[in-house]
């Protein structure tokens, strides 16, 4: 079993959309939950990330994680054609430790 | 401006011929790392470095040296590369803590023949 498994995709939906990019993972020890964006041809850029469990809100996206079920979510509300990208999830158990991502989805919002 | 430079951008190289990957970053950020991408694997790290001469294997090392002499400079070395090496290559940087802003590099396409 990989230690974080995340649905390539492609997802494509259309302008103003609520999107939801999902992981799980098979090491109880993941302490911290990141989202990466990454245009193409660009290296990968922070979104978010949450500490344990819970929900964190930044505008229009909103970070959830569950540990009990070893899942992760991205939610994008009106979702906009500049939010196509390719979302990647990563987690680590911490700053020593080295950090893991998931395949990545790639998404595409149509006008 | 706060960046992660990377040398060269592209490269081709044969198999056995020695490489370095140079990566700076001008922040002073203690954990650097180096990442490939390839597809349908996704971003896998290398190796990473918590400070100066600190390093440590990160999920595919095998084939791959670093050295942290300086805190700003974090160089990929690949003794005798192979074609199974040809990726997409991303150098990162930063502060110390996990949810710490990383950044990436513009990566380096390398393609070994």
Not at chain 2, 34 to 45: C, I, K, N, S
Not at chain 2, 100 to 111: K, S
Request: net charge positive.
């Amino acid at each position: 079993q990989k230690e974080v498994e995340q649905d390539p995709g492609p997802l494509s939906v259309p302008e103003g959309a609520i999107v939801s990019l999902n992981c799980t993972y098979s090491n109880s020890a993941f302490q911290y939950f990141m989202w990466y964006r990454q245009y193409s041809r660009k290296g990968p850029e922070l979104l978010m990330y949450t500490y344990s469990s819970g929900n964190k809100e930044d505008g229009r996206f909103t970070a959830q994680v569950d540990k009990s079920s070893k899942y992760i979510s991205l939610f994008i509300r009106d979702s906009q054609p500049s939010d196509s990208a390719t979302y990647l999830c990563a987690m680590t158990r911490g700053s020593n430790y080295k950090l893991t991502f998931g395949k990545g989805t790639l998404l595409t919002v149509n006008p | 401006e706060a960046q992660v430079t990377q040398n060269p951008r592209y490269l081709i190289t044969v198999t056995g011929k020695k490489l370095t990957v140079t990566c700076s970053q001008n922040m002073n950020h203690e954990y650097m790392s180096w990442y490939r991408q390839d597809p349908g694997l996704g971003l896998r790290q290398i190796y990473y470095s918590m400070n100066v001469e600190v390093t440590d294997k990160g999920d595919v090392p095998e084939g791959y040296k670093v050295s942290r002499k300086e805190k700003r400079n974090f160089p990929l070395i690949l003794e005798s590369p192979s074609p199974n090496q040809t990726s997409l290559y991303f150098c990162a940087s930063r502060l110390g803590n996990p949810t710490d802003t990383q950044y990436f590099g513009p990566g380096t396409r390398l393609t070994v023949l």
